[in-house]
């Protein structure tokens, strides 16, 4: 058969998915067996302003492998995609655009106007991700796209909305939020990023009423202090039990406060005394809610003082203010002292404003409420399972513990609006629809809430909503509980909780029932890839440059461990498909007379060595990488397919068969001999598709024998053309498991291996042939070699094999190598090579090896290199040091043999 001498990527990954496609090959419905077991995911929804980046690739290529792989076991398989119309990201984005191309603000248009706009930015420019992932090779059902403002997702975010509210769990009321000045919005503590920073620690004064004794607070925010209503101190501080419940004069407002006693003030920090401020700090907004302090509001959304700050710092910029309120207590002074000091500060995930904690009205969800069924179940039946279990399921269930209110409202335009309404007296009503709405108020004049829902709202239904929820439709019934959830660590608290709670709140069941953490990719010298950083890693780029098929094994070999990005790594699997092109292409070009499925008929015993180490090597790879995948271990996956299909099958199988055949005439022999030979490697390319599809699509077309009937039995009727992708995954059949096979082929590939290193060490010509004497105690070992004699002749370039008793009987001037049982193979070495030539070359080489030896040796005795180089770095030097002693002995014995 003609098959090109080189693998094409590009154009098998653009013809088979569009096939794919077309055929409907990724529904669920191409299943015609409804007993089959159902296998369901969806996908973590990319934001509709976003571009494909290495997380997701990685994330996409584990949840593809795990699809594929149960669509081939025969299970009704489902990936449902999607994409989150992500609130303020978008708005930003459509904002900007109005700004650069028309010189307009949002409020120039009116909110009407501007959502129009803003789906029209989206059906443009939005949902780019989505194309990207084609190239991926992902098999999610296209059909089921979902996009969380789509009208059945958002009378599910409805529903969701009222039932809490009608239940009490959604409630309207006052509260300390996080609000972005930039962004003009309140933010969820999980859309805030706590990072450290250099900074100052004052310490203000503030006296005692009727004394001339001061006390003494640290702050990190002197602007703050205007808004103070209590100075807090531990009750067991024996410093200020006498000042408890005394009156303090707030320095720059005229204002009194008083000291209160509370045991959450840590007395090791600053001084050990407080100040309050209940309207804009958190653990300040909870100690008086304890004490019932009133809350002074002095800053502003805009963080900007307010005339509650006083008339001398109303309109100043905190920062501004901050400066001002140093000054005059420094003027006053009481101002005791500033150091610099390390702190993190509070930032907008987004656009890295400081934020401003301020007390709001907004709607709230109590959490904690939502929270007790998914910890229950965590703790009763460990469901979802984490993989990996550490650290993760405890940080799982230490979240779900320690759940604060939810701050659900967002002062935005584009989202899913809250669903109440306002009559002129101000009374709400919280309902599905406007309509509802009024027939509840029993009046048509209401206005609705101008703000939406958090995003991560509609998020949280999302395993729920994209299959039908609130209706009770057959999608839910038959895809719902999802069977894993493939996401990243950071979005534990965000989503994954959220859609455990949604699950048990509105179905009685869990979301998912394993949740596999992917790891983290990082730039070459291990930093976070970003944008503001520019050393992202493009996987489209990489595509192009090495292929798909490849790139996807380096992810899936990632899996769930943190790694710097290498290309070294992706050229040594763009290496492996051309292996498996090359391998392929030498089978299908002596395929005439084979067929898939033939060639192993009879009682294994009966056949040949190499056929029944072959066999016995693929049960344990099939065993191996299905428990693997089913484990969430997808490196242990891809590195035994790798070896598998390399090692066993391309270098040794092939190499051991090529005589049987290639030969030039057609006999019964020899086409049982390629048979078994596509067989394997039909077998290998199953094995390999959930990792590599499009290669092992473009070469399984091209194998003889294979049809519909190759085809899994609940996919024969389906109408689409033949392809990998809907055959059976390979099962390990134990029978055929052969120990003692493998351990026959190990002495013979030992042997093999061993003849043809003093072969290169030597500089042996390629075509040369040599001399081999073996001698093997007992008649276990002479007898296998013996039985593969044509083999080990043809593979070692050997004229001539003969079998000695003893090491001794054999000449002087050979090399040798020990094998496993005691056995040695000794090559002549008289007519073969000049030794005086080869003794200089040799000793050249041995010096080279020393230095080499002595280098990598100091690098290793440094124990800051050690604790300080990357764990790889170290790996990779103490696997060079082994080999570089591995080399240098066999050199020196090669030296002592051309001395003999």
């Given at each position: 058969m ?183 919005t ?108 009133a ?35 420094e ?136 299959l ?16 894993v959830?493939?996401?990243?660590r950071?979005?534990?608290f ?7 709670m949604?699950?048990?709140k ?20 291990g ?7 520019a ?34 790594q ?58 693997a ?41 020899r ?13 290998a ?7 590599m ?63 043809r ?37 043809r ?99 090669m ?6």
């Amino acid at each position: 058969m003609e098959i090109p001498k080189t693998y094409d990527p590009k154009q098998a990954e653009a013809a088979h998915y569009a096939r794919w496609e077309a055929e409907g090959c990724f529904a669920p419905e191409i299943n015609r067996d409804l007993r089959a077991p159902v296998y369901s995911i969806v996908i973590p929804p990319p934001n509709v302003t976003g571009s494909l980046h290495m997380g997701h690739a990685l994330q996409h290529t584990i949840m593809d492998v795990l699809t594929r792989f149960h669509r081939m076991r025969g299970h009704r398989t489902l990936w449902l995609p999607g994409m989150d119309h992500a609130g303020i990201s978008t708005q930003i984005q459509v904002e900007k655009q109005l700004r650069k191309e028309e010189g307009l603000t949002r409020h120039d248009l009116g909110r009407e106007k501007f959502i129009e706009r803003v789906w029209q930015w989206k059906q443009k420019y939005g949902g780019e991700i989505l194309k990207q992932m084609r190239r991926e090779g992902v098999s999610v059902d296209w059909s089921r796209e979902r996009f969380t403002m789509d009208e059945g997702l958002t009378r599910a975010v409805r529903e969701f909305f009222v039932r809490c509210y009608d239940e009490g769990l959604i409630y309207h009321g006052e509260g300390l939020i996080n609000w972005c000045p930039k962004d003009q919005t309140a933010l969820s503590d999980l859309e805030v990023e706590k990072e450290p920073q250099a900074g100052k620690l004052y310490y203000l004064q503030y006296p005692v009423k009727g004394s001339e004794r001061r006390v003494t607070v640290a702050t990190t925010r002197p602007e703050t202090m205007l808004g103070d209503t209590a100075v807090a101190v531990n009750p067991e501080d024996e410093r200020y039990r006498d000042l408890l419940g005394a009156t303090l004069e707030l320095p720059l407002t005229g204002r009194e406060i008083r000291v209160v006693a509370d045991e959450f003030v840590d007395p090791e920090f600053g001084t050990g005394a407080v100040k309050v401020t209940p309207a804009h700090d958190p653990a300040d907004y909870a100690m008086g809610e304890r004490h019932k302090l009133a809350q002074v509001k002095v800053i502003d959304q805009h963080a900007r003082m307010t005339a509650e700050a006083g008339a001398e710092f109303e309109g100043l910029d905190r920062y501004e203010a901050r400066e001002k309120v140093v000054q005059k207590f420094e003027e006053l002074g009481l101002l005791e002292k500033v150091v610099d000091y390390e702190f993190s500060i509070s930032k907008c995930d987004r656009c890295r404003t400081v934020i401003e904690p301020l007390i709001s009205t907004q709607w709230f969800l109590r959490q904690s409420e939502l929270g007790r069924a998914p910890l229950e179940l965590m703790r009763e039946r460990r469901v979802p399972r984490f993989v990996p279990e550490t650290p993760y399921e405890k940080v799982y269930t230490s979240w779900l513990e320690n759940l604060h209110d939810w701050t659900l409202s967002r002062q935005l335009w584009w989202g899913h609006r809250i669903p109440a309404w306002y009559d002129e007296e101000g009374n709400v009503y919280v309902a599905r629809t406007e309509e509802e709405a009024r027939r509840a108020a029993g009046k048509d004049q209401l206005t609705q809430d101008p703000d939406v829902l958090d995003t991560w709202f509609s998020s949280a239904l999302w395993p729920i909503s994209t299959l039908g929820w609130p209706d009770e439709t057959e999608d839910l019934k038959t895809f719902y509980p999802t069977s894993v959830l493939v996401t990243a660590r950071d979005i534990i608290f965000l989503w994954v909780s959220r859609m455990m709670m949604t699950g048990l709140k509105f179905r009685g069941e869990r979301a998912f029932d394993d949740v596999s953490i992917t790891g983290t990719i990082f730039d070459k010298h291990g930093q976070r890839m970003s944008k503001t950083k520019a050393n992202g890693v493009d996987p489209l780029e990489v595509f192009d440059k090495y292929g798909v098929d490849a790139t996807r094994l380096v992810l899936a070999s990632i899996g769930s461990t943190d790694t710097r990005w290498n290309d070294n790594q992706i050229e040594s699997y763009r290496n492996f498909a051309n292996k498996i092109w090359n391998a392929a292409r030498f089978c299908l070009m002596n395929s005439e007379g084979a067929q898939v499925g033939k060639g192993f008929e009879g009682e294994s015993q009966t056949w040949a060595l190499h056929d029944r180490w072959i066999i016995s090597r693929l049960q344990k790879a099939t065993r191996d990488t299905s428990a693997a995948i089913e484990g969430y271990d997808f490196h242990a996956a891809v590195q035994t397919i790798y070896h598998f299909f390399w090692d066993d099958f391309c270098d040794w199988y092939i190499e051991l068969s090529k005589a049987d055949v290639t030969g030039a005439e057609a006999t019964p022999a020899r086409d049982a001999a390629r048979s078994r030979v596509i067989t394997v490697l039909e077998q290998a390319l199953r094995l390999l598709h959930p990792f590599m599809p499009f290669i092992t699509e473009e070469l399984w077309q091209r194998l003889p024998g294979v049809g519909r009937e190759s085809l899994h039995p609940a996919y024969r009727e389906a109408g689409v053309s033949p392809t990998v992708m809907l055959t059976a995954y390979p099962q390990a059949v134990e029978s055929l498991i052969d120990e003692r096979a493998e351990g026959e082929m190990r002495s013979v590939i030992e042997l093999v291996s061993r003849v043809r290193n003093i072969r290169t060490e030597l500089n042996v010509k390629p075509g040369e042939e040599v001399r081999l004497y073996i001698s093997a105690q007992g008649d276990g070992l002479g007898r296998i070699f013996n039985a593969s004699l044509a083999q080990i002749k043809r593979l070692t370039r050997a004229a001539e094999v003969s079998f000695r008793e003893s090491a001794a009987d054999v000449p002087r001037a050979s090399a040798r190598a020990a094998l496993g049982g005691g056995a040695e193979v000794a090559v002549p070495l008289e007519g073969l090579i000049d030794f005086a030539q080869e003794r200089a070359r040799l000793t050249r080489e041995i010096e080279k090896q020393d230095k080499e030896l002595q280098k990598v040796e100091g690098q290793l005795a440094n124990p800051q290199f050690v604790e300080r180089a990357p764990v790889e770095k170290v790996e990779e030097l103490r696997q060079r040091l082994a080999e570089i002693r591995q080399r240098k002995e066999a050199m020196g014995q090669m030296v002592e043999a051309l001395e003999g």
